[in-house]
């Protein structure tokens, strides 16, 4: 019942800015927190942030410290993911998750995962 809808990813050249967006539906994640993980071809799918619905609280992997930012709107249960200064090495697979109480690193620890949108930044 519960779906993730992840949207606005697409081909962008190098130092470009991209807004990905997830939005929630079947349940309010209010409570809850939202990852955001990516996956490139061959390689482990990878935590890049995550955020508390309630409290806006925020965390990022250092690769993208500085670029990028995490946000919500709560009452439209929707979590954006803005990239600015994209570099080829933020080519990826990226997927939004819900689940867990606390912001967590690892996958295993969500539930509920969007089917993910291809992000692709060219030099």
């Known amino acids: 019942q519960v779906q993730l809808v992840e949207s606005g990813g697409g081909l962008v050249q190098a130092g470009g800015s991209m807004r990905l967006s997830c939005a929630a539906s079947?349940?309010?994640?209010?409570?809850?927190?939202m990852g955001w993980f990516r996956q490139a071809p061959g390689k482990e799918r990878e935590f890049v942030g995550g955020?508390?619905?309630?409290?806006?609280?925020?965390i990022y992997t250092d690769s993208v410290k500085g670029r990028f930012t995490i946000s919500r709107d709560n009452a439209k249960n929707t979590v954006y993911l803005q990239m600015n200064s994209l570099k080829p090495e933020d080519t990826a697979v990226y997927y939004c998750?819900?689940?867990?109480?606390?912001?967590?690193?690892?996958?295993?620890?969500?539930?509920?995962w969007g089917q993910g949108t291809q992000v692709t930044v060219s030099s």
């Open positions: 079947g349940r309010t994640f209010s409570t809850s927190a």
């Open positions: 955020i508390s619905w309630r409290a806006g609280m925020t």
């Open positions: 998750a819900a689940g867990p109480t606390l912001i967590r690193r690892t996958a295993r620890d969500y539930d509920y």
